[in-house]
């Protein structure tokens, strides 16, 4: 069984940090792309970045320049640091992955962790 397990997040005010790791673990073979994904409230779910194995990355317009993704191949992890918050990136933040197992291929989910930002 594969699994995603998120650490991070929590309430910081407008203008400060949060940091968000993933780690993949199970009978993994490979993984390709990682992203993080959120779901405000009343929204739907929504792609925050990807980033490939070889670490090309792609980012919404609304967090540019402002959240950096990258990765730990070696670790199976992915994170997200995200700087100068804004109310409007209150969320529950998703890791994804795409994972090849003793399974087959296949997209997992991480279980969600909460990120709240106070104006």
């Known amino acids: 069984q594969v699994q995603l397990v998120e650490s991070g997040g929590g309430l910081v005010q407008a203008g400060g940090s949060l940091s968000l790791s993933c780690a993949a673990s199970?009978?993994?073979?490979?993984?390709?792309?990682m992203g993080w994904y959120r779901q405000g409230p009343g929204k739907q779910r929504e792609l925050v970045a990807t980033?490939?194995?070889?670490?090309?990355?792609n980012y919404a317009d609304s967090v540019k320049g402002r959240f950096t993704i990258s990765r730990d191949n070696a670790k199976n992890t992915v994170y997200l640091q995200m700087n100068s918050l804004k109310p409007e990136d209150t969320a529950v933040y998703y890791c994804?992955?795409?994972?090849?197992?003793?399974?087959?291929?296949?997209?997992?989910w991480g279980q969600g962790t909460q990120v709240t930002v106070s104006s």
């Open positions: 199970g009978r993994i073979i490979s993984i390709n792309d």
């Open positions: 980033i490939t194995r070889r670490s090309s990355t």
């Open positions: 994804n992955a795409n994972i090849a197992s003793v399974y087959g291929w296949a997209d997992y």
